[in-house]
């Protein structure tokens, strides 16, 4: 377990256990991320426990969470994102000390180190926040109210087509094929239609 104690290698674990912590909050239920995540975390609380480091980067990387898990609540607020990846990087750098509070991380691999998981967490978070808040393709809640034709007779069954597309479908009154029909609600994957009466 020595090699732990090498703040380089201390300092990737810990961006590691972060990256995967946060990629957790984004995407939660997966339980590949929380469990990289928890030991990750682990690993680098033992280097933290061994070595010198300093409180207050402890506590920028406890500030982090808090703009971070406000910018994955909805799009367009990546100022917040922003602020959360700084402080990420500014504590995991100068979390492991030398001389007091000087990082002992090597200069060249923090630099490349947070270059690369600012540029994942940027665009990855972005992307999955965007990605959760899209309309479904095929959200049959937007084909309420929609008009389509009755493809063959509908009332147990039946089929129409609705949006360019053909759906099953069932009525509670008989529908001859070829009728125009209106959504009034969805049943899991079938839309229930009546028939439509023109005004």
Not at 148 to 167: D, L, N, P
Request: glycine fraction near 8%.
């Amino acid at each position: 377990m020595d090699f732990l104690l090498e703040p380089n290698i201390a300092y990737l674990i810990l961006l590691g256990g972060i990256l995967l912590g946060l990629m957790a909050l984004v995407t939660p239920g997966t339980g590949l991320f929380e469990i990289g995540a928890f030991f990750c975390l682990a690993l680098a609380g033992y280097a933290v426990y061994n070595l010198s480091f300093n409180a207050w980067a402890i506590i920028l990387l406890g500030l982090s969470i808090v703009p971070f898990v406000y910018a994955i609540q909805k799009p367009k607020r990546e100022l917040y994102l922003a602020v959360s990846i700084l402080l990420l990087i500014v504590g995991s750098i100068f979390l492991f000390a030398v001389d007091g509070w000087k990082p002992a991380v090597n200069p060249i691999v923090a630099f490349v180190a947070s270059g690369l998981m600012t540029a994942f967490l940027w665009i990855a978070v972005r992307k999955t926040v965007q990605a959760a808040v899209v309309r479904p393709t095929h959200d049959l809640e937007a084909l309420i109210g929609s008009s389509g034709e009755a493809r063959s007779k509908i009332h147990e069954e039946g089929s129409v087509f609705v949006a360019g597309e053909m759906w099953s479908a069932k009525s509670d009154k008989s529908i001859p094929a070829g009728s125009a029909i209106r959504v009034v609600r969805r049943e899991g994957f079938v839309l229930v239609v009546e028939k439509d009466i023109p005004t």
